[in-house]
């Protein structure tokens, strides 16, 4: 067991604990707030994803949305093709849908007929999203663009493609998105599915970062320099770990679409990207359950303010926010971790670590 | 007569009109441990970063055994065994000391390999016998920040031995060190020599005494002069380099 898993006794049965408690949430709480863990949980495989590039790589991605709204669109659209081919009735002959006819659409595009079947798009939709991050991967890290430039040019590929979305309305919906095409809603199947997908992806990243592979993740994060002269072609892992993450967040975008019954520019926008980061920080990055604690926390505390305090909970969310920054730079699951590592280096007699976030930037 | 592992022809390196090596010629015997000084900007720092790929030259030649390397990429220049400590020594902070070492550890250096490489206990002895030469084996389990400067600079050490170079270009690796530390450090570049070509840049003439056979004078980017130390030391022209300084072997 603890070799497919790398899990340790203990931490096996916590992972069995938390698993069962969100198995058996469906059957405790109502489809509402059923739904919206189902949510929160196509966040949590986003910030892992995140986790993966910023995390352990040390990439500050503001762009990680790009994918999670292009997995989106991929299946808002595909189900919507098919929502419209089997309820011509109600948008009228042609059986496409509504947005196209508004925009003056008498027939769907042939190049995206292929999408009307959904277990074609969304392997497709995935591939796709793998694919753009390749192409954006090897035109950054090979030319060996780090750092804030990174943040910067990912920010600005985010902006394209939420403007792209927003101005290609006769595609895509425009401002509105893509909305009214059937969504599994209240399906506490498709709720567990979900709940697997996000299993399976946590087991994944863990496979990638306790790896040898991973190690050589974390000395990129802490000297890509070092490492280049040790013979790693930094990029190529960075490109390879990008293009890996990037397919997670297009999974975690087509289930949310799935579920959610609705896509729009903001799914693919900076402000996704940016939150993503947030909900890394705020759990601890480089620690993978820091991430999804920090997604589920942050969202859960988002959803619950916004419900008792109407007009001030993004203040109350953003005042969390700085809180835990200041007080623990190194997120709330990475301070714990850090403690105990402490305590378990003191007991063994060694030399205890240093009380501050070490993550630092590659000098030039 | 033994062949030349390294050799410079008219190695010409200028950075914004500034002229920092200047139809450098210099080579390096194999097997050999060779000293390299020479002031304050001298060009020494930038003879390793070129070696290495970090910048390719304006003009000039480097062979590697015969093989001009000039301008290639530094993981290739790595691959045929060039490697190199720098001057501030540069661990990864947040790994373990056995961490660091298995990043330098030779093999594994492609993304899909390495996914699949796993530490044997061959790979762990390996580590361990060059902890122990580096005296760091029972910190091994610690991060590497909680070391002292001095110890940095022989992890950095270490991490290089492991990655099996056919040479070694070690920056200043005495520079934080107590003089005891310096004498263990000395005995340790000559352990390690026997078998390899070793360009250390040092500016401490106590211990390029300890550790030289030769050494290469570098002054405004040229060769200055070349010698044994007894040479080097009696040398007018590199005494009057060292400004305000009567000889060599009164520098720090």
Same mark, same amino acid.
């Given at each position: 067991?603890?070799?497919?898993?790398?899990?340790?006794?203990?931490?096996?049965?916590?992972?069995?604990?938390?698993?069962?408690?969100?198995?058996? !949430?469906?059957?405790?709480?109502?489809? !509402?707030?059923?739904?919206q863990l189902g949510l929160f949980l196509c966040y949590v495989i986003f910030a892992l994803s995140l986790d993966l590039i910023w995390g352990f790589t040390g990439i500050l991605s503001l762009g990680n949305a790009i994918y999670f709204g292009g997995g989106a669109y991929f299946i808002g659209l595909a189900l919507k093709l098919q929502?419209?081919?089997?309820?011509?009735?109600?948008?009228?002959?042609?059986?496409?849908?509504?947005?196209?006819?508004?925009?003056?659409?008498?027939e769907i595009p042939g190049w995206m007929r292929p999408l009307q079947n959904v277990w074609f798009a969304a392997p497709i939709g995935v591939l796709a999203m793998g694919f753009l991050a390749f192409v954006f991967g090897v035109i950054t890290f090979k030319r060996h663009i780090y750092g804030v430039y990174?943040?910067?040019?990912?920010?600005?590929?985010?902006?394209?493609?939420?403007?792209?979305?927003?101005?290609?309305?006769?595609?895509?919906?425009?401002?509105?998105?893509?909305?009214?095409?059937?969504?599994?809603?209240?399906?506490?199947?498709?709720?567990?599915?979900?709940?697997?997908?996000t299993v399976f992806f946590f087991w994944l990243s863990r496979k990638l970062t306790t790896t040898h592979f991973g190690m050589i993740l974390r000395s990129i994060r802490e000297n890509e320099l070092r490492s280049e002269f040790f013979g790693f072609e930094v990029a190529n892992y960075k490109i390879f770990v990008f293009a890996v993450a990037a397919m997670m967040s297009a999974v975690a975008g087509g289930l949310y679409a799935a579920l959610n019954g609705i896509v729009s520019h903001q799914d693919i926008g900076p402000i996704l990207s940016i939150e993503g980061v947030i909900w890394v920080a705020v759990g601890g990055r480089g620690t993978l359950i820091g991430s999804m604690v920090g997604a589920i926390l942050v969202k859960g505390a988002q959803s619950l303010l916004s419900e008792q305090f109407a007009w001030f909970w993004d203040l109350l969310v953003g005042f969390m926010f700085i809180l835990v920054i200041v007080l623990m730079p190194d997120g709330i699951v990475g301070t714990l971790l850090r403690r105990a590592r402490r305590r378990r280096a003191l007991a063994a007699g060694r030399l205890p670590a240093y009380d501050a976030t070490r993550i630092e930037e590659t000098p030039t | 007569m033994a062949t030349r592992i390294l050799e410079t022809r008219g190695l010409v390196n200028i950075v914004s009109g500034h002229t920092i090596i200047d139809h450098l010629d210099f080579d390096i015997e194999e097997g050999e441990l060779r000293v390299l000084v020479g002031p304050n900007g001298a060009g020494k720092t930038?003879?390793?970063?070129?070696?290495?790929?970090?910048?390719?030259?304006?003009?000039?030649?480097?062979?590697?055994?015969?093989?001009?390397?000039?301008?290639?990429?530094r993981h290739r220049i790595y691959g045929i065994g060039i490697s190199r400590k720098f001057q501030v020594p540069t661990v990864y902070d947040n790994l373990t000391i056995f961490e660091n070492m298995a990043i330098g550890l030779r093999g594994h250096r492609r993304a899909f390999s390495s996914l699949v490489f796993r530490i044997t206990s061959s790979h762990a002895a390996r580590i361990e016998r060059i902890l122990?030469?580096?005296?760091?084996?029972?910190r091994a389990a610690d991060e590497a920040h909680t070391l002292s400067h001095g110890e940095k600079q022989w992890?950095?050490?270490?991490?290089?031995?492991?990655?099996?170079?056919?040479?070694?270009?070690?920056?200043?690796?005495?520079?934080?060190?107590?003089?005891?530390?310096?004498?263990?450090?000395?005995?340790?570049?000559?352990?390690?020599?026997g078998t390899?070509?070793?360009?250390?840049?040092?500016?401490?003439?106590s211990f390029v005494r300890q550790i030289a056979n030769k050494i290469t004078v570098i002054h405004q980017g040229q060769?200055?002069?070349?010698?044994?130390?007894?040479?080097?030391?009696?040398?007018?022209?590199?005494?009057?380099?060292?400004?305000?300084?009567?000889k060599i072997s009164a520098a720090p």
């Open positions: 067991m603890t070799g497919l898993t790398g899990l340790s006794r203990n931490q096996s049965i916590i992972a069995l604990v938390v698993i069962g408690g969100f198995f058996f !949430f469906p059957l405790y709480a109502g489809p !509402f707030r059923t739904d929502y419209a081919a089997t309820h011509a009735t109600r948008y009228g002959e042609g059986a496409i849908p509504d947005f196209m006819t508004w925009n003056g659409l008498t990174c943040a910067v040019i990912t920010l600005a590929e985010s902006v394209i493609f939420e403007e792209l979305i927003i101005e290609k309305q006769a595609y895509t919906g425009g401002f509105n998105g893509i909305t009214d095409y059937g969504s599994y809603s209240g399906s506490v199947h498709f709720y567990w599915v979900i709940l697997a997908v | 930038t003879l390793i970063d070129l070696i290495t790929g970090r910048f390719g030259p304006t003009a000039g030649q480097i062979l590697f055994r015969g093989q001009n390397i000039a301008g290639w990429p122990a030469q580096v005296n760091l084996l029972a992890l950095e050490i270490g991490m290089v031995v492991a990655s099996e170079p056919q040479l070694m270009l070690l920056d200043e690796p005495t520079t934080g060190m107590t003089r005891e530390e310096t004498n263990t450090t000395a005995k340790l570049i000559k352990e390690i020599a390899r070509a070793v360009m250390v840049v040092e500016h401490d003439m060769k200055l002069a070349e010698g044994s130390v007894r040479e080097i030391e009696n040398n007018p022209k590199v005494a009057e380099v060292y400004l305000g300084r009567e």
